[in-house]
């Protein structure tokens, strides 16, 4: 009946093991960057005066601005002109595996085009330059593609760069800015696009895909955008202020990872597909949307561990194992999502001031469950045919269930297991197989305000037998109508002590009240009263209202009263039904719940003397 929702800590080593292995390979290549080739023979160089050195080579000019390949080259080129074009023409620029093909330092507005770079240490390396331009390049069986060192206003375009060596990447940006990487075709047995300490770039329009499946990663950035990619995995790890929005992407492993603090970055509007793992996961991190998402995950949709701050909002999350995951999270909101054909749509474990609201909830497994969580806020949302609607277990406490529809799941609408202090109120809780609103082993929970119909059980409160109780909670305020039982305290024998039942309207249950026989209170004082009961006519023709106070005469007893008739009479029974005030106000409750506490209170001091005299 009661979901266990626990996974072990397996994941928390699979998750990132690809992304510190792009960290770690970051490290080892972080060499000194500045270029100082070695003026080894072979070695060609466009000098500052625009000639070509040697002048043999397959390159010629006759303005000092274009150069063109008129046909292959087996040597490395070093530049120390700005302003000038590159055209290879189709031609092949080859290497052994060592040196670059074209690098230069402090020197602007370089562009490389239709070139075919193979076998480099690295195709394209510039250090200290901007306003660089390398469009429609092969670049094949390097170590590297690109790579740019403190480089600012770069335009990358319509390159294919593949078959990088497991130490390379495609692409890899180091403290640069505002540059642009589009429309690319990126292939690596590493990481495809390693962007370091880089701010404002703009990553668009590529295709991206990775041996080892790590798409692009992005360390200590900011202000970066990655939009419209086909790409495997984005990795953010202590970035901010960043957008990930409308990429598709198609991965076995985690599709989008944040970690190490990053903060502030929008992840909205992608298509993500995670065969394995996770769409999105965020470890250690605040301030962060999620957002917009269509997400398709073997494991989690969105799974967050030790997180604040976050914002989970409008995704469409299906056929995952939990929709979405938080465990040690707090002041986080899940939002507007629609949550279908999960086995646990939303899972809490270890939360706090969590706010689920608005939220589509249907055809899942198990709609939503909580655990070891207080001061969470469930609200407005549509939770419909799932097996557990909502369930709360493990010491959770201070947590409302609020304004929700929780309709037509199979086992129970809404299901509390060892918790306290928790209210259920202002919910449509109706057609659900089993039970509307369950209590085991709880204590001082409140059901209020409620319209709960049509379930086999309407409310129920149990406990283990022979050991634990269920007691101190109040059922008020309800409509308990056309259910099999209307409240059902305890089984036979099992404990089920010191509740307060008032002022619902119990209406054409099949049996509107059962109970095991321990000591519960059902009516505040007089003229307060106790409950409407819509078969009291016929079970007491001839009672009479009290003095025109709207309370009859004679108790209604339950089905155990007749063995102990002071533990389960309505002493006032209402005569008409009670109007049922709006909660929609948080403060309206708590307000309404110290109005009466008084009377409760004189209540049970009046009649605690015939608690120990009439024990089953």
């Given at each position: 009946m009661f979901l266990a929702v626990a996974k072990g800590e397996r994941k928390l080593k699979k998750l990132f093991s690809g992304m510190m292995f792009a960290?770690?390979?970051?490290?080892?290549?972080a060499f000194a960057f500045d270029i100082e080739p070695a003026k080894a023979s072979g070695t060609i160089y466009i000098r500052a005066d625009g000639n070509v050195e040697p002048s043999t080579v397959n390159i010629t000019t006759t303005d000092f601005v274009t150069y063109n390949f008129i046909g292959n080259i087996y040597d490395s080129i070093v530049i120390e002109k700005s302003n000038i074009v590159i055209d290879?023409?189709?031609?092949?620029?080859?290497?052994?595996?060592?040196?670059?093909?074209?690098?230069?330092?402090?020197?602007?507005?370089?562009?490389?085009?239709?070139?075919?770079?193979?076998?480099?240490?690295?195709?394209?390396?510039a250090n200290r330059s901007l306003d660089n331009v390398f469009s429609g390049n092969v670049m094949a069986q390097n170590d590297y593609g690109i790579w740019l060192n403190s480089c600012s206003s770069n335009s990358i375009s319509s390159n294919n760069i593949t078959e990088n060596s497991i130490s390379g990447a495609c692409a890899r940006f180091d403290s640069c800015s505002n540059s642009t990487?589009?429309?690319?075709?990126?292939?690596?047995?590493?990481?495809?696009?390693?962007?370091?300490?880089?701010?404002?770039?703009?990553?668009?329009d590529n295709n991206i895909a990775s041996t080892h499946e790590i798409g692009m990663s992005l360390v200590s950035c900011?202000?970066?955008?990655?939009?419209?990619?086909?790409?495997?995995?984005?990795?953010?790890?202590?970035?901010?202020?960043?957008?990930?929005?409308?990429?598709?992407?198609?991965?076995?492993?985690?599709?989008?990872?944040?970690?190490?603090?990053?903060?502030?970055?929008?992840i909205s509007n992608n298509n993500i597909i995670s065969r394995n793992y996770d769409g999105v996961s965020i470890a250690s991190c605040s301030n962060n949307s999620v957002s917009g998402n269509n997400i398709t995950a073997a494991e989690n949709g969105v799974w967050l561990v030790s997180c604040s701050t976050n914002n989970i909002s409008n995704n469409n999350i299906t056929a995952a194992e939990n929709g979405i995951r938080l465990i040690s999270c707090s002041q986080s909101s899940i939002?507007?999502?629609?949550?279908?054909?999960?086995?646990?749509?939303?899972?809490?474990?270890?939360?706090?001031?969590?706010?689920?609201?608005?939220?589509?909830?249907?055809?899942?497994?198990?709609?939503?469950?909580?655990?070891?969580?207080?001061?969470?806020?469930?609200?407005?949302?549509?939770?419909?045919?799932?097996?557990?609607?909502?369930?709360?277990?493990?010491?959770?406490?201070?947590?409302?269930?609020?304004?929700?529809?929780?309709?037509?799941?199979?086992?129970?609408?809404?299901?509390?297991?060892?918790?306290?202090?928790?209210?259920?109120?202002?919910?449509?809780?109706?057609?659900n197989g089993d039970i509307g609103v369950s209590f085991y082993s709880c204590f001082d929970n409140s059901v209020s305000g409620n319209s709960i119909v049509n379930n086999h059980v309407g409310v129920q409160?149990?406990?283990?037998?022979?050991?634990?109780?269920?007691?101190?909670?109040?059922?008020?305020?309800?409509?308990?109508?056309?259910?099999?039982?209307?409240?059902?305290?305890?089984?036979?024998?099992?404990?089920?002590?010191?509740?307060?039942?008032?002022?619902?309207?119990?209406?054409?249950?099949?049996?509107?009240?059962?109970?095991?026989?321990?000591?519960?209170?059902?009516?505040?004082?007089?003229?307060?009263?106790?409950n409407y009961w819509s078969d009291y006519k016929t079970k007491y023709p001839n009672a009479s209202e009290i003095d025109a106070s709207g309370i009859w005469n004679t108790p209604y007893v339950t089905n155990n009263a007749d063995m102990y008739p002071l533990n389960n009479a309505d002493m006032?029974?209402?005569?008409?039904?009670?109007?049922?005030?709006?909660?929609?106000s948080p403060l309206v409750l708590p307000f309404f719940m110290i109005v009466t506490l008084a009377a409760v209170i004189a209540l049970r001091r009046k009649q605690a003397k015939c608690r120990n005299n009439h024990q089953p």
């Open positions: 960290m770690l390979l970051a490290s080892i290549l290879g023409n189709s031609y092949v620029i080859q290497g052994t595996q060592m040196g670059n093909a074209f690098s230069w330092s402090d020197i602007n507005n370089v562009t490389i085009r239709n070139t075919n770079i193979r076998q480099f240490s690295c195709a394209i390396c990487i589009s429309g690319n075709d990126m292939n690596s047995y590493a990481v495809c696009v390693l962007l370091q300490h880089s701010t404002g770039n703009n990553v668009r900011s202000n970066n955008i990655v939009a419209s990619n086909d790409i495997d995995s984005i990795v953010l790890t202590s970035s901010s202020s960043n957008i990930v929005s409308c990429n598709s992407m198609n991965n076995s492993d985690s599709c989008i990872a944040l970690q190490g603090n990053s903060s502030g970055n929008d939002t507007g999502n629609n949550i279908i054909g999960c086995s646990l749509a939303v899972s809490l474990d270890s939360c706090s001031n969590i706010g689920v609201s608005s939220n589509v909830i249907t055809h899942n497994l198990n709609g939503m469950f909580l655990t070891s969580c207080s001061n969470n806020s469930v609200s407005d949302n549509n939770i419909t045919n799932n097996s557990l609607g909502v369930g709360l277990g493990s010491s959770c406490s201070s947590n409302n269930i609020n304004g929700n529809n929780i309709s037509s799941n199979d086992d129970i609408g809404v299901s509390f297991y060892s918790c306290f202090d928790n209210s259920v109120s202002g919910n449509s809780i109706s057609s409160l149990n406990s283990p037998y022979p050991f634990g109780d269920c007691y101190n909670n109040s059922v008020f305020d309800n409509d308990i109508t056309n259910n099999y039982i209307g409240i059902y305290l305890g089984y036979f024998l099992c404990k089920v002590s010191g509740n307060i039942i008032y002022h619902n309207n119990f209406i054409n249950n099949t049996s509107q009240a059962l109970t095991s026989g321990w000591y519960n209170v059902w009516n505040l004082n007089y003229p307060l009263g106790g006032y029974p209402l005569k008409a039904p009670y109007v049922i005030p709006e909660f929609s």
